[in-house]
């Protein structure tokens, strides 16, 4: 249950190879936390995302279900722009030449912090990107005197993207893992996919017609309450229908709420329990259409804001801009409109002579990811019940709480419905 975009992995699948499956979702809309969104007669995302290279089994998926990645992501090789100057791009070489000229190359770097950061890369890459024991990206940074601009502009916004954690809580290995994944081996891993489209089209709605086609359903609005047995089947809530197997990929903090017939997740109750969230916020400017950026993603120096996306380059309409602000702060505390006031102060820095906004709307998702802290414990996929499984961006992975993540899982929780 739950049509986020771990629980359509998972029903595509399934579908994908004769098992069909009926996904119940407790909203009107598909895609849980990237979802599409109305305002303004304008469609928008629940939250700006970004893809990256690495993310193979979301691009897989979104292939399989007939979303074309190619068509419907603007794929740029990685590149940090911000307000201020600093730019550093990957040229597209191969792997480490990219790394290498992006880091020598960078406006904002000299050359001995490039040499730093290349050691850095090296010194990760011997231990074969493991932490021993896991510590914060702060003290991981600090031991490698990854310090000034490079932990300013480098560092910091990745952690702050991938792991939606500061850098004094964020776990040191997974941001490890996730450097490991997005900046080594292929060049391709490190491109930044950039949605053309909204994240509805992106997967959930294509998914959900694959579903469909291959003998499943999503049942929309529908919100599971209860799980109990029936003998070996599932039932939910009082629906006569039986189930043999039930992944349960809502958010955490939904799923715990579903355990309490089952004393054999007590365990996995305890871990989602000790879970702690960062927010997400995204504000977006509808500016009059001439307002573009010189890219359609532009690093912010804040000291709010932290990028900029100009959808007007991506998915429409000409003129909107997209901030993002990534894990917890002062911003938390301010009214919506008045945050919306400040971020547009700090634009009008970054494009000089920006004109008001015809309307502004901020989209706080207050528990937009798990947060991604030291040695965190996280509840596995397969549950000692039998035919019961989680699935979501916070079961056990070595990724943070990101689309990747979630498919990851739901395509784990199929295959172990497969093999049984
Ligand atoms: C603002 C924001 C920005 C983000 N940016 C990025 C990004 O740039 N890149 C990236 O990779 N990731 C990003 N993420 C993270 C990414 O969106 C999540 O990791 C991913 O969407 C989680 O998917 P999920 O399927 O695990 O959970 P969810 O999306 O939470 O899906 C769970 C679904 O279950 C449903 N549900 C809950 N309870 C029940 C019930 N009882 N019965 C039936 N259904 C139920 C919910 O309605 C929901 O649809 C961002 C997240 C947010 C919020």
């Given at each position: 249950?739950?049509?986020?975009?771990?629980?359509?992995?998972a029903?595509?699948s399934l579908?994908?190879r004769?098992?069909?499956?009926?996904?119940?979702?407790?909203?009107?809309?598909?895609?849980?936390?990237?979802?599409?969104?109305?305002?303004?007669?304008?469609?928008?995302?629940?939250?700006?995302?970004?893809?990256?290279?690495?993310?193979?089994?979301?691009?897989?998926?979104?292939?399989?279900?007939?979303?074309?990645?190619?068509?419907?992501?603007?794929?740029?090789?990685?590149?940090?722009?911000?307000?201020?100057?600093?730019?550093?791009?990957?040229?597209?070489?191969?792997?480490?030449?990219?790394?290498?000229?992006?880091?020598?190359?960078?406006?904002?770097?000299?050359?001995?912090?490039?040499?730093?950061?290349?050691?850095?890369?090296?010194?990760?890459?011997?231990?074969?990107?493991?932490?021993?024991?896991?510590?914060?990206?702060?003290?991981?940074?600090?031991?490698?005197?990854?310090?000034?601009?490079?932990?300013?502009?480098?560092?910091?916004?990745?952690?702050?993207?991938?792991?939606?954690?500061?850098?004094?809580?964020?776990?040191?290995?997974?941001?490890?893992?996730?450097?490991?994944?997005?900046?080594?081996?292929?060049?391709?891993?490190?491109?930044?996919?950039?949605?053309?489209?909204?994240?509805?089209?992106?997967?959930?709605?294509?998914?959900?017609?694959?579903?469909?086609?291959?003998?499943?359903?999503?049942?929309?609005?529908?919100?599971?309450?209860?799980?109990?047995?029936?003998?070996?089947?599932?039932?939910?809530?009082?629906?006569?229908?039986?189930?043999?197997?039930?992944?349960?990929?809502?958010?955490?903090?939904?799923?715990?709420?579903?355990?309490?017939?089952?004393?054999?997740?007590?365990?996995?109750?305890?871990?989602?329990?000790?879970?702690?969230?960062?927010?997400?916020?995204?504000?977006?400017?509808?500016?009059?259409?001439?307002?573009?950026?010189?890219?359609?993603?532009?690093?912010?120096?804040?000291?709010?804001?932290?990028?900029?996306?100009?959808?007007?380059?991506?998915?429409?309409?000409?003129?909107?801009?997209?901030?993002?602000?990534?894990?917890?702060?002062?911003?938390?505390?301010?009214?919506?409109?008045?945050?919306?006031?400040?971020?547009?102060?700090?634009?009008?820095?970054?494009?000089?002579?920006?004109?008001?906004?015809?309307?502004?709307?901020?989209?706080?998702?207050?528990?937009?990811?798990?947060?991604?802290?030291?040695?965190?414990?996280?509840?596995?996929i397969?549950?000692?019940?039998?035919?019961?499984?989680?699935?979501?961006?916070?079961?056990?992975?070595?990724?943070?709480?990101?689309?990747?993540?979630?498919?990851?899982?739901?395509l784990a929780a199929a295959r172990l419905i497969i093999s049984?």
């Amino acid at each position: 249950m739950g049509a986020g975009w771990a629980g359509l992995a998972a029903a595509v699948s399934l579908a994908d190879r004769g098992i069909p499956a009926t996904v119940f979702e407790a909203s009107r809309s598909l895609g849980g936390r990237a979802r599409r969104v109305s305002s303004e007669g304008t469609d928008l995302d629940n939250g700006q995302h970004i893809l990256i290279g690495a993310y193979r089994q979301t691009l897989a998926l979104m292939r399989t279900v007939g979303a074309a990645p190619e068509k419907l992501l603007m794929r740029v090789p990685l590149e940090l722009r911000f307000d201020d100057g600093f730019h550093l791009r990957a040229p597209r070489l191969p792997y480490p030449l990219n790394l290498l000229a992006a880091l020598l190359g960078a406006r904002g770097l000299n050359f001995a912090q490039g040499m730093a950061a290349i050691r850095f890369m090296s010194r990760m890459r011997a231990p074969r990107f493991s932490i021993e024991p896991d510590c914060s990206v702060a003290q991981l940074l600090e031991a490698h005197e990854q310090r000034g601009a490079l932990r300013r502009y480098l560092w910091e916004p990745l952690c702050l993207s991938a792991l939606n954690t500061p850098l004094t809580r964020a776990s040191a290995q997974v941001f490890a893992n996730v450097l490991r994944d997005g900046l080594t081996g292929a060049r391709e891993n490190s491109d930044l996919l950039l949605p053309r489209t909204d994240l509805g089209l992106l997967f959930p709605v294509p998914a959900a017609a694959f579903i469909g086609a291959h003998g499943g359903s999503v049942e929309m609005g529908v919100a599971v309450r209860r799980i109990s047995r029936d003998g070996t089947a599932f039932v939910l809530d009082d629906s006569p229908q039986r189930f043999s197997h039930v992944i349960i990929a809502c958010a955490p903090q939904h799923a715990a709420a579903l355990f309490d017939v089952f004393p054999g997740l007590d365990e996995a109750r305890r871990t989602i329990e000790s879970l702690q969230y960062e927010p997400i916020y995204t504000c977006y400017l509808r500016y009059p259409d001439g307002v573009h950026l010189p890219s359609p993603m532009l690093g912010l120096t804040g000291p709010m804001s932290q990028w900029v996306f100009d959808r007007g380059q991506l998915s429409g309409p000409k003129g909107l801009l997209a901030v993002v602000i990534s894990a917890s702060g002062a911003h938390e505390a301010l009214p919506q409109q008045e945050l919306a006031g400040r971020i547009h102060e700090e634009l009008k820095v970054a494009l000089p002579g920006l004109p008001e906004p015809r309307w502004t709307r901020v989209i706080g998702e207050k528990r937009a990811t798990f947060s991604c802290t030291p040695g965190l414990a996280r509840p596995a996929i397969s549950t000692p019940v039998q035919g019961l499984y989680l699935a979501g961006d916070y079961t056990a992975s070595d990724y943070p709480g990101t689309l990747e993540a979630a498919v990851r899982s739901g395509l784990a929780a199929a295959r172990l419905i497969i093999s049984t």
